[in-house]
């Protein structure tokens, strides 16, 4: 059986919420983040790299979500909600696997800038540069999601749980709201949101979820 190591108000969440879409079994170790908010020694201690998510599969231990809910969908859902390279939404999902990273590089990029007393707001190149970026990401995500339903193909994949996160816990490290002004977005976070899988994940290990007593 899988372990997951989830630490609290972590993008660990969207492992909880693959296996419960894929009905697996699944055993949560939870790790509360320290008074400064970072992952624990303990949880650092479990993978060279320590950060959330990081599973157990027997021998093998994984970082990076992205890798992880690829292993997982690939080795124990027959690669139902992936999608393989014969299928014409391959690219699509490819690219949308890749967002989460993409994203939080250019929100890091920007919070990093601003605690070092950077104004976001002044002119320069890497003023210009973090903008663009951010810009460029929100419209590409609004004009395919006017375009499908779902990120990584015409069906719910794996795309989709990898992209949740950036768009609804992240608001609170400063990411834009997705309000009226991003409406396909909006209305895609709604989409999700209603996911019997979704809601049941969010309620073991979401950004309101509490460790199980004992
Ligand atoms: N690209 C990585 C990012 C992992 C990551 O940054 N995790 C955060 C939690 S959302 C973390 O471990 N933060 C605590 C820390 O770095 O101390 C992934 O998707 O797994």
Known sequence: MITIHHLGVSQSDRVVWLMEELELPYELKWYNRGEDFLAPQAFRDLHPVGTAPIIDDGDVRMAESTAIVEYISQKYGGGCLSVGPEDPDYPHYLYWMQFNNNFQSALFMKMAYQAGGGDAAAEGPVTTVMQRRENSLYNYLEQRLGESDYLGAGRFTCADIMTMFNLTSLEMLGARPIDDSLPNTAAYVE??????????????????ATPPAG
């Open 191 to 208: 989409r999700i949101s209603g996911r019997a899988a979704y809601q049941k994940a969010m309620s073991i290990a979401g950004p309101a």
